[in-house]
């Protein structure tokens, strides 16, 4: 059964400094997604990471993908309040599974102005 | 392009009684899922549906199910609703594409249906 997990589960940080969300799974995956979610609202899709050594940014967000350490980081650089969010990973299951995601417990990131 | 259409929005439900979900994907997806959303459980993947067809189901009991129609337009039905259905229940557009001579997809949730069960 995969397993994924997120750490820290909650994150406060200063506006200005750096941080890094892991995100490891237990079983191979050839896809890994982040996800952010605001408070009521939707899961807002971030990154796609397909194949090893994957790298992705997007302004202040970055993301890379390990397969072989079954490793997921999201790097945030010099935090803005605007970031303030939840953020998931979610793995999706080896071929002949369709799109069945299995979800981190998320990571509650609170940016502090 | 009009995103995942979920409603409805807002339900609260009384215990023993039934609710249907409705989901309406982005034009041209054929995928569904569905997900279930609570504080103690986080995300659980409850099935997705392929051209009108059953793909991929999760752990949750017989009292959920769903059908999507040949519109790609995906409903989902809980029945004997209990407490512990409350929750925010999310549909996922999905569309594989490729990208380096890879296969992938990427799914686009919508907004959610908060059930309330009282």
């Known amino acids: 059964e995969l397993k994924v997990e997120q750490n820290p589960l909650f994150l406060s940080m200063q506006e200005g400094k750096n941080y890094t969300i892991y995100c490891n799974y237990s079983?191979?995956?050839?896809?890994l997604y982040w996800y952010r979610q605001d408070p009521g609202k939707s899961l807002e899709s971030l990154f796609v990471?397909?194949?090893?050594?994957a790298v992705k940014q997007e302004g202040r967000l970055m993301a890379s993908l390990d397969t072989k350490a079954r490793l997921s980081t999201l790097h945030i650089t010099a935090a803005v309040h605007d970031l303030s969010a939840t953020y998931f990973c979610?793995?999706?299951?080896?071929?002949?599974?369709?799109?069945?995601?299995?979800f981190g417990a998320g990571t509650i990131l609170r940016v502090k102005s | 392009k009009a995103g995942v259409t979920q409603t409805p929005r807002y339900l609260i439900k009384t215990r023993g009684q039934q609710v249907t979900l409705s989901c309406s994907p982005i034009?041209?997806?054929?995928?569904v899922s569905w997900y279930q959303q609570t504080p103690g459980q986080g995300l659980q993947f409850l099935f997705e549906?392929?051209?009108?067809?059953?793909?991929n189901k999760g752990n949750f009991p017989g009292r959920f199910s769903g059908r999507q129609f040949s519109n790609s337009r995906s409903e989902m039905n809980v029945s004997t609703l209990e407490l512990g259905d409350s929750a925010l229940y999310l549909c996922?557009?999905?569309?594989?594409?490729?990208?380096?001579?890879?296969?992938?997809?990427?799914?686009?949730f919508g907004q959610g249906t908060r059930l309330t069960v009282v």
């Open positions: 549906y392929f051209s009108e067809t059953q793909r």
């Open positions: 996922a557009s999905s569309l594989t594409f490729y990208r380096g001579g890879r296969m992938s997809t990427e799914a686009f």
């Open positions: 979610a793995v999706a299951l080896q071929k002949g599974d369709g799109n069945k995601l299995v």
């Open positions: 990471l397909l194949s090893n050594g």
């Open positions: 034009s041209g997806h054929r995928s």
């Open positions: 079983t191979t995956s050839d896809r």
